[in-house]
């Protein structure tokens, strides 16, 4: 079942939100420490990311003409339209708010390179190493995310199985569709521009800066014109 992995992964976010919830009583000072902690993590993460380019004009171009995109459709804006509909039919629930903890952790789950190199493996392969690693990561993030951010963190399970479900649908035939080349060279640059989103979603949880990541996204789609193009005058 080429879906398990994304199954399994918004399972594992969604038991974690709940468990978060149940330890929301945390004490203030520990839960922010943990968060820069958290913050702090996802930085590095995004930093080892980012330098596993091997042409790093192609990731300044895709971030660049991503954001262009991104500010032009305003996704940003619309994620946060999503969680503030959702904050109104549900009600908040304790500390934080469903539209922060929605986009927020959104942004960590969907972001990054597991998520598509897992997805391709679960659809290629048939093997969900990846997603099954991913989970346990995501879900004690969630834990952790809930405490602070609330009960909205639980809903990013549902782009988190849709983005990572697509990918493996998809993925059952790229075989036949894409060179091999073409795709190694496609996750490489790929993982370091997502690096860099998760770079700045890390520097957001600490509070350094208010990056707005989700207007980076269409960076992805970028980064995979600009191979395409590159492996075709190559």
């Given at each position: 079942?080429?879906?398990?992995?994304?199954?399994?992964?918004g399972i594992c976010i969604i038991i974690g939100t709940f468990l978060g919830r149940l330890f929301?009583?945390?004490?203030?000072?520990?839960?922010?420490?943990?968060?820069?902690?958290?913050?702090?993590?996802?930085?590095?993460?995004?930093?080892?990311?980012g330098l596993k380019s091997d042409n790093f004009l192609i990731v300044i171009l895709s971030?660049?003409?991503?954001?262009?995109?991104?500010?032009?459709?305003?996704?940003e804006d619309q994620l946060n339209k999503l969680g503030n509909w959702l904050e109104k039919k549900i009600g908040t629930s304790g500390q934080g708010s469903i539209s922060q903890g929605f986009v927020t952790?959104?942004?960590i789950f969907v972001i990054g390179a597991m998520a598509i190199i897992g997805g391709l493996d679960s659809g290629i392969r048939g093997d969900h190493s990846v997603?099954?690693?991913?989970?346990?990561?995501?879900?004690?993030?969630?834990?952790?995310?809930?405490?602070?951010l609330g009960i909205g963190v639980i809903f990013s399970a549902i782009p988190v199985v849709l983005y990572?479900?697509?990918?493996?649908?998809?993925?059952?035939?790229?075989?036949?569709?894409?060179p091999e080349a073409l795709l190694n060279s496609f996750?490489?640059?790929?993982?370091a521009a997502g690096g860099i989103m998760i770079f700045a979603i890390g520097l957001n949880l600490?509070?350094?800066?208010?990056?707005?990541?989700?207007n980076l996204l269409p960076g992805i789609i970028v980064t995979a014109i600009i191979v395409t193009i590159l492996y075709m005058w190559g």
């Open positions: 079942m080429f879906l398990l992995g994304a199954a399994v992964n929301h009583r945390i004490p203030e000072n520990m839960k922010t420490t943990v968060m820069y902690a958290i913050g702090l993590c996802v930085i590095v993460l995004g930093l080892q990311m971030l660049v003409f991503g954001a262009v995109i991104g500010e032009f459709l305003g996704l952790a959104t942004l997603l099954y690693t991913k989970s346990i990561i995501d879900g004690f993030t969630a834990l952790i995310l809930a405490t602070t990572e479900g697509l990918i493996a649908l998809f993925a059952k035939g790229i075989n036949n569709v894409i996750i490489t640059e790929m993982t600490t509070g350094l800066t208010k990056v707005r990541v989700a």
